[in-house]
């Protein structure tokens, strides 16, 4: 039997993943070949099958074709497809409710950390909302090169972040302006699109500069047939007088579904709003029927037939017929009937021709939304500048975060289950997660929340500052405690159980020390390489999470330890998966691990004194899990 197998310890690979996409739906296309270095064999396409399959619907180099380019999108495309050699590193004494919360706060560069919660969050994201630097000229910071030369790379300005990676600022006086734009949101949105769910639906900011760019990036990216409104946001309720042509009133919210619901039924569903004490638009009650308000619609139709083709006489007693080339909608019957339970409106007067009546209590439970969304409903630039101020006391510690009752908005159309997931990886001041809070708060739901946030230095003259927020995080991570706890504090009776926690993980280098080549790369017999190898400042709970990256494990899932022979056992999800990193690992250990019947086991290397001993627990979890040789070499993993 062979001995364990190693961690990969880095995100997914891209490439792979559209491999592994498109083998499921034309498996033909695949061939193998040997794989160089290996020995063994790995699975590519066959360009020629996958042609023939295509049949006239492939090109090559044609000389017109219809695609939205740039310079730099063949590398953002690239980029997409490299695996990183990442982790995220828990940082418990930053978060709240560690133990119980379902929530994340994710400190990164967001295409780094997107790629690392690929396989954990693959199709398991409900809805993404995001607020990306809208391109002034100076508001992004995100270290890109863009396959730039390293010349080009070093004359780009802007802050160095704690790895020593230069950041770029993209003024308006570089000649590829648009272009970094473009490659920054597209590597970024092609990534995110693989956490969506299949229902799941995008929800995007952004101003009218680059909302034409956006939209086709988004075309590209989620196709053409996925885009379901762009949304204007009232986001003031001043007029500008002083604007060279308009006072700019509004901003762009693009929304694009994962899939539509009028080719899949399996794709998004929009969310109603609720409808309060509002009487829509179109229904009133002027028969002052008990049933309360209703809407009246015509009852011809263009085609029928001629039992359709009847007189009907009005309570004034006028002869009515259908309109020339029309019919009735419904048969003398039908139509009697409904005249019986008094469905039918001949008008104030009782002389013009029928229309059935459709009350409000019998439709759908609740508002369709408009395309607009006017200040007044869903607030406004102001709006959410004092609310972060009213919970700092006062203190403006962040420029134009989004209004609260925007995102809950947006949250409530997104048709959110109550335990589904919102991601927002340009999470800024975090409203996102305050109105995600508020929801829960208000319908008892679960709804978790994945904040991503670059740790952006505050200015140096801001109020942030001035507070002692050196980083966009460290405010926004005290916007989320303030937040939940003015809401528990609101209303204490119904918020008890409320999630207002969240884990704290940073962006940091690979938990091994740095080498040539992965674990992968390396022959069973030169692994003792990489004993010992993990770098000095990591802990277990560092291992821990980088492994369940790695295994697809979700970060928020709550997770036991105990000690057993001097040795700490740690057990994610009540045995999705057990872990020890000690060193000499006793046969005890080995057995109280699996009692606890887990779904996938790790190790570190170093865990055994001796070779056999790595062989002797596939025995032990053989004989008390009734694992088959295949299933123990599966499950069971080494670091």
Known sequence: MDNPKRMELQSADGAQLNLDALYQIAPSCFTEVAAPGTGGVKRVINFDVLRQLLGDNAVEDAPEAYEFNWVGKQAARAEVLKPIKKTLRPVKEDSVDWDNTQNLYIEGDNLEVLKLLQKSYLGKVKMIYIDPPYNTGNDFVYHDDFAMSADEYAEASGAVDELGNKYIKNMDSNGRFHSDWCSMMYSRLMVARTLLSEDGVIFISIDDKEVGNLRKICDDIFGEHNFVSNIIWQKKFSRSNDATYFSSMHDHILCYCNNNIKIDEKGWNIGLLPRGEEIPNGY????????????????????????LLYEITTPSGRIVVPPSGRYWSCSRDTFNKWKAENRIWFGINGDSAPRKKTFLSEV???????????????????????????????????????????????LTIGNLSKGDIVLDFFSGSSSTAHAAMKLNAEDGGNRK??????????????????AGYKTIPEVAKERIRRAGKKIKEESPLTTADLDTGFRVFRLDEGNYEDVKRSPKEFKQDQLDLFLNNIKADRNDLDLLFGCMLDWGVQLSLPMTQEEVDGKTIYTVNDGDLVACFAENVSEEVVKAMAEKMPLR???????????ADKINIYETFKQKLDWSDQEVVKNIRVI
């Open 364 to 410: 759908q439970d609740g508002l369709r939304p408009n395309s607009i969304l006017f200040q007044n409903e869903v607030g406004n630039n102001q709006e959410g500048k004092q609310e972060v101020k009213a919970l700092f006391n006062g203190v403006g510690v962040f420029d134009g975060p989004k209004p609260v009752r925007l995102l809950y908005t947006l």
């Open 449 to 466: 929340f994945i904040m991503v946030q670059i740790p952006e230095e505050t200015p140096e003259d801001s109020e942030a500052r001035k």
């Open 284 to 307: 009133s009650n002027p028969d002052n029927d008990p049933r309360g308000p209703w809407t009246s619609t015509i009852m011809s139709a263009k085609s029928g037939s001629q039992s």
């Open 601 to 611: 086991v790790i190790f570190r290397d170093s865990c055994f004194a001796q070779d």
